[in-house]
T-cell receptor, first 116, second 114 residues
Framework: EAGVAQSPRYKIIEKRQSVAFWCNPI?????LYWYQQILGQGPKLLIQ????????DSQLPKDRFSAERLKGVDSTLKIQPAKLEDSAVYLC??????????????FGPGTRLLVL | AQSVAQPEDQVNVAEGNPLTVKCTYSVSGNPYLFWYVQYPNRGLQFLLK??????LVKGSYGFEAEFNKSQTSFHLKKPSALVSDSALYFCAVRRSGGYNKLIFGAGTRLAVHP
C-alpha cells in the first residue's frame, strides 16, 4: 500500500512570495490533514478535510494560508504572501475516517519550507 | 483545553538498557493517546495508541506504553534499546468526540549509545 505522498520535499523562497504544496493521501482515506511543524515543536494542525469539506480550520491563518481538496482526493496548501515565521515543515496526513477504530493518522515525508 | 507535556527534551540510553520516554496529558473526558516516531527528513510514523482496555499497550518495533489514569501519564517504554531507536518521539492526545484532532507534545529526542 502506497503511503502519503507530498511534493516538493524542499522549497526556498523570499518573504512576500507565494508557495504551494501538494499532498496525495493513502488511497481510500476520507480524511486529510495539514500540519505545520516549526523547528523544536510538535506538529500543529492547520486544517482538516473530511472528503472535500473542511471540518476544522481554526488554526489556519486565513489571511495568508489557503487549502483545497476539490475532488476529495489530493490537496494543495498555499501561502501568499509568505512571512519569515512560516519557515517550517508542512506535514500532510490521512486517515480512513474519524471513527475511533479508524483514527490512526498516517503522515507523509513533509515539505521543508525556508523563507528568506 | 487539552494539552500534552513531554518533560524531557532529550533522553540518553546505552544500547541494551531499558528506555522510558515520559508523557503527561491534560484533557476533559476520556483521553485517546498516541505515540509517533520521527526519523531525520521523514514524516511521523505511528507506534501505538491507547483507546480503552488494558493499560499496557504494545506497539511496533518492540515498544510499549503504560496508561496511568491517576497520574495522567502515558510513558513509552522498551525493555532493551537499540542504536536504531535513536529518533524524535512525539506523544499526542485526542479527546473523545470531536473530529480526530490530535494535540502533540514538543517531542523528546532519544539517543541510544553503543
Amino acid at each position: 500500500e502506497a503511503g502519503v505522498a507530498q511534493s516538493p520535499r524542499y522549497k526556498i523562497i523570499e518573504k512576500r512570495q507565494s508557495v504551494a504544496f501538494w499532498c496525495n493521501p493513502i488511497s481510500g482515506h476520507a480524511t486529510l490533514y495539514w500540519y505545520q511543524q516549526i523547528l523544536g515543536q510538535g506538529p500543529k494542525l492547520l486544517i482538516q478535510f473530511q472528503n472535500n469539506g473542511v471540518v476544522d480550520d481554526s488554526q489556519l491563518p486565513k489571511d495568508r494560508f489557503s487549502a483545497e481538496r476539490l475532488k476529495g482526493v489530493d490537496s494543495t496548501l498555499k501561502i501568499q504572501p509568505a512571512k519569515l515565521e512560516d519557515s517550517a515543515v508542512y506535514l500532510c496526513a490521512s486517515s480512513a475516517g474519524t471513527d475511533l477504530l479508524q483514527e490512526t493518522q498516517y503522515f507523509g515525508p513533509g515539505t521543508r519550507l525556508l523563507v528568506l | 483545553a487539552q494539552s500534552v507535556a513531554q518533560p524531557e527534551d532529550q533522553v540518553n540510553v546505552a544500547e541494551g538498557n531499558p528506555l522510558t520516554v515520559k508523557c503527561t496529558y491534560s484533557v476533559s473526558g476520556n483521553p485517546y493517546l498516541f505515540w509517533y516516531v520521527q526519523y531525520p527528513n521523514r514524516g511521523l510514523q505511528f507506534l501505538l495508541k491507547y483507546i480503552t482496555g488494558d493499560n499496557l499497550v504494545k506497539g511496533s518495533y518492540g515498544f510499549e506504553a503504560e496508561f496511568n489514569k491517576s497520574q495522567t501519564s502515558f510513558h513509552l517504554k522498551k525493555p532493551s534499546a537499540l542504536v536504531s531507536d535513536s529518533a524524535l518521539y512525539f506523544c499526542a492526545v485526542r479527546r473523545s468526540g470531536g473530529y480526530n484532532k490530535l494535540i502533540f507534545g514538543a517531542g523528546t529526542r532519544l539517543a541510544v549509545h553503543p
